[in-house]
Nanobody, 123 residues
Framework: QVQVMQFGGGSVQAGGSLRLSCTPSGSSGSRAIIGWFRQAPGKEREGIAALAPSGRVTYAAAVEGRFNVFEDSDKTTVYLRMNSLKPEDSGMYYC?????????????????WGQGTQVTVSS
């Protein structure tokens, strides 16, 4: 059974940076798409970034140019580096795993989810 552990988050002032990490386990050695999602209070969860094993990345328009998704050299942990944070970036952030053939930002394509971590950006 695949589990997804995520760490990071916290509070920062507008313009600051934070880094989230995501480590899938129990995947029986298969590679997968790792996606990042967020949900602000009163809003639907939205996909913001995804990384394929090939290194291909995609970002939502709201974060492109400010957020960066990458993995470490041993390819066990995926990071989301968030720069130039804005108050509207506040919310619960999730990482999730999707089969390698589903390179999307649609949450219904992801079948294993992290526990979520709170990001709060103050003005």
């Amino acid at each position: 059974q695949v589990q997804v552990m995520q760490f990071g988050g916290g509070s920062v002032q507008a313009g600051g940076s934070l880094r989230l990490s995501c480590t899938p386990s129990g995947s029986s050695g298969s590679r997968a798409i790792i996606g990042w999602f967020r949900q602000a209070p009163g809003k639907e969860r939205e996909g913001i970034a995804a990384l394929a094993p090939s290194g291909r990345v995609t970002y939502a328009a709201a974060v492109e140019g400010r957020f960066n998704v990458f993995e470490d050299s041993d390819k066990t942990t995926v990071y989301l580096r968030m720069n130039s944070l804005k108050p509207e970036d506040s919310g619960m952030y999730y990482c999730a795993r999707a089969p390698i053939w589903r390179f999307t930002l649609r949450q219904e394509d992801y079948n294993a989810w992290g526990q979520g971590t709170q990001v709060t950006v103050s003005s």
